[in-house]
């Protein structure tokens, strides 16, 4: 089993941030203030993701992902832990009101699933611009790994997140197309730094197109389709390099 113990810092750099920004969002006004607020989350989350950027000799940083079982196992526990607090605490609100429900499952199964389509298209252009190399060589440490990162964190933690509360405070107050349009742009604004800039920015017209794609499954269908694409896809990814 690889596991470097000095990924272990990155909790420490972000609790007390997470805790800070955690107060001042709770304690804002967010129907007299909602740009700002969104404005706050979206930093927070960014930050969140940033601080593992120091720790990229360890863990590797998105796509090149390293098989610390250790440290992803417990970055997924403190996604589900910090999205589940998030949304009692400072949305004051349920998981369900956010669009965790279990309406229309069918329905958002073949939506997320057909979503997948258009999404694998980008892979040959990924491989060509960027020379990733896709081995698919799968190891039970990558597996723990891709389930991690790709079904918890990008699954139920960015979607509820992004889709769930963004997208829903967005909702209230613009159009469902600039809604789409924002969500996206703010999810692709959060990985500045975080992905590399290999191949014309290639990995950013990934994400911006996946991120419209999730907005608009998410705005038509719901947040079940999202996470089923999301996760999905992450899943796959880190299987195959």
């Keep these: 089993?690889?596991?470097?113990?000095?990924?272990?810092?990155?909790?420490?750099?972000?609790?007390?941030?997470?805790?800070?920004?955690?107060?001042?969002?709770?304690?804002?006004?967010?129907?007299?203030?909602?740009?700002?607020?969104?404005?706050?989350?979206?930093?927070?989350?960014?930050?969140?993701?940033?601080?593992?950027?120091?720790?990229?000799?360890?863990?590797?940083?998105?796509?090149?992902?390293?098989?610390?079982?250790?440290?992803?196992?417990?970055?997924?526990?403190?996604?589900?832990?910090?999205?589940?607090?998030?949304?009692?605490?400072?949305e004051c609100t349920t998981l369900k009101e956010i669009g965790w429900e279990r309406r229309e499952l069918k329905k958002n199964f073949l939506y997320g699933m057909g979503a997948y389509i258009p999404l694998l298209g980008f892979i040959p252009l990924i491989v060509i611009l960027t020379g990733l190399e896709l081995s698919f060589a799968i190891t039970w440490e990558k597996l723990v790994l891709a389930v991690g990162f790709g079904l918890v964190l990008g699954g139920f933690y960015e979607e509820t997140m992004f889709r769930g509360i963004i997208q829903m405070h967005l909702r209230t107050s613009t159009s469902p197309q600039k809604t789409i349009f924002f969500t996206a742009f703010i999810f692709t604004a959060t990985h500045i730094g975080y992905l590399p800039f290999t191949g014309y920015g290639v990995f950013y017209v990934f994400v911006f197109a996946m991120g419209l794609l999730l907005s608009l499954l998410r705005e038509r269908v719901g947040l079940v389709a999202s996470t089923i694409l999301h996760g999905g896809i992450v899943f796959l990814f880190i299987l195959g390099i």
């Design 1 to 90: 089993m690889i596991s470097d113990l000095h990924a272990l810092f990155y909790f420490l750099m972000v609790m007390p941030i997470v805790v800070l920004i955690g107060l001042l969002l709770r304690w804002h006004d967010k129907d007299l203030h909602r740009i700002r607020y969104l404005l706050f989350l979206s930093g927070l989350l960014f930050v969140v993701r940033i601080c593992l950027i120091p720790f990229e000799g360890s863990i590797g940083v998105m796509p090149y992902l390293k098989d610390d079982v250790i440290f992803y196992s417990l970055l997924a526990l403190f996604g589900v832990l910090f999205t589940i607090l998030y949304v009692r605490w400072v």
